[in-house]
């Protein structure tokens, strides 16, 4: 599969070097893609590197690993329609202020053609592509209008390694997923660590996957 991967911070870096891990076709799309932080993340994962537009559209599927003040400004010169949008980000803000409009509701009436993915938002960004290294099972959340996206996607998280994966409905669930933030921000700080994850504990009738 061809993927852009929009930034060069820990998550790009992580998605963008466990997609290379498995065989994929992927651009990863910086700010400078000249300097000398995206040509050394070229170098350590073996992607292509290129402006945001050139990452979107060399893409089949698109990340958006930006801060999610940033995002749809970006993603306005970005070739997204009709394509897979995985949407990861958090707002800075909401460490501390109320979200008005969820990012991943707002990228998708910004660009409605987009089959916009909300998913890994709450997750260490070590942890979004090796799961498997916390030994025991914890959960990743999935949101989306377009019900075969997040099927689509399903499968990738499930080649990422993830076997707990919860499918909270449409993309209402992003205010949810995106205000787990300053409660993530807190347990980094009290356990000194962001090796940890989100375990959602049922009965087995539950319809979790
Ligand atoms: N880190 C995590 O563990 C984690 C976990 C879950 C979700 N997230 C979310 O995922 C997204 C990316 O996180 P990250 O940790 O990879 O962030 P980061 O390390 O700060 O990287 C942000 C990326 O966005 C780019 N960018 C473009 N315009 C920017 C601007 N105006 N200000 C700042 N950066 C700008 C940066 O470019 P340059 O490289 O040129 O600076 C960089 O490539 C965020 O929305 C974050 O909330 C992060």
Redesign the pocket.
């Known amino acids: 599969m061809k993927f852009g991967v929009l930034?060069?911070?820990?998550?790009?870096s992580a998605i963008g070097g466990k997609l290379m891990q498995l065989g994929h076709d992927v651009v990863i799309g910086?700010?400078?893609p000249g300097g000398d932080?995206a040509r050394a993340l070229g170098a350590r994962t073996g992607a292509g590197i290129g402006s945001y537009r050139e990452a979107a559209a060399h893409a089949e599927w698109v990340f958006n690993?930006?801060?999610?003040e940033?995002a749809i400004g970006?993603l306005r010169g970005c070739a997204i329609d009709d394509k897979i949008l995985i949407d990861?980000?958090?707002y800075?803000s909401a460490v501390d202020q109320p979200i008005v409009t969820p990012i991943g509701e707002a990228i998708q009436a910004a660009f409605p053609r987009a089959r916009l993915v909300k998913t890994?938002?709450?997750?260490?960004?070590h942890l979004m592509v090796e799961p498997t290294s916390l030994g025991r099972p914890h959960h990743v959340f999935v949101a989306s209008n377009d019900i075969s996206a997040k099927s689509e996607v399903t499968e990738l998280l499930r080649s990422f390694g993830w076997a707990s994966i919860l499918d909270l409905g449409d993309l209402t669930a992003c205010r949810a997923m995106e205000q787990l933030i300053p409660l993530w921000m807190r347990l980094e700080e009290k356990l000194g660590t962001?090796h940890f994850n989100l375990a959602v504990v049922h009965d087995d009738a539950s319809p979790a996957a």
Do not use: D, F, H, Y
């Open positions: 930034g060069t911070g820990e998550v790009g910086s700010r400078q932080k690993a930006l801060p999610g940033e970006i990861i980000a958090n800075n890994l938002n709450s997750v260490s960004a962001t």
